[in-house]
């Protein structure tokens, strides 16, 4: 079970996300639910642990195992999301993830995955690119030109 819940207007979200980084790009995702660009990642299900969440969702949605390096933020945003007008309040644990040891980067710029019912558009997005395109979370187009050393607990009210 995922632990997300609505009520009313309001929704929470316990999230993971992976930071996929070659050569000065992010890798990004779409589909046909969002027209904006976010990142790989998912739902923590009850009982599991946030590192074990961002591995399942990579295997799931890249059909890779992709390698923690470390945990850079714990993001607590509050938003209006623009696909189901619900005002969220998520907790996002992001990964800096190392792929060295896959296939990803053999698959281009531009690939498409399948996941269960939903195609998934993957692309490698410049860091200076994420200033002019629809992307989420809005804190890391500033933020993914210097990473933090350290994991940072912050907040982000859109």
Same mark, same amino acid.
């Given at each position: 079970m995922d632990i997300s819940?609505?009520?009313?207007?309001?929704?929470?979200?316990?999230?993971?996300?992976?930071?996929?980084?070659?050569?000065? =790009?992010? $890798?990004?995702?779409h589909?046909?639910?969002?027209?904006? /660009?976010?990142l790989p990642g998912g739902r923590v299900k009850l009982g599991e642990t946030a590192e074990d969440a961002v591995i399942r969702e990579t295997e799931e949605e890249l059909k890779i195992t992709a390698r923690i390096v470390? @945990?850079?933020w $714990?993001?607590?945003?509050? /938003?209006?999301?623009?696909?189901?007008?619900?005002?969220?309040?998520e907790i996002c644990i992001y990964f800096l993830m190392d792929i060295s040891h896959t296939d990803l980067l053999c698959r281009g710029d531009r690939f498409f995955m399948q996941e269960g019912s939903h195609q998934h558009t993957f692309e490698w &997005?410049?860091?200076?690119?994420?200033?002019?395109?629809?992307?989420? @979370? &809005?804190? &890391? =187009? =500033?933020?993914?030109?210097? &990473? @933090?050393?350290?994991?940072?607990?912050?907040?982000?009210?859109?």
């Open positions: 819940f609505k009520s009313e207007n309001e929704k929470f979200n316990y999230r993971v996300c992976a930071i996929i980084l070659d050569d000065g =790009k992010i $890798l990004a995702m589909d046909e639910r969002s027209p904006y /660009f976010y470390r @945990p850079l $714990l993001n607590q945003g509050f /938003f209006k999301e623009d696909v189901d007008g619900l005002h969220y309040h &997005l410049k860091y200076e690119q994420l200033q002019h395109e629809y992307f989420y @979370p &809005l804190f &890391l =187009k =500033k933020e993914i030109f210097d &990473l @933090p050393q350290m994991f940072t607990i912050r907040a982000e009210y859109e």
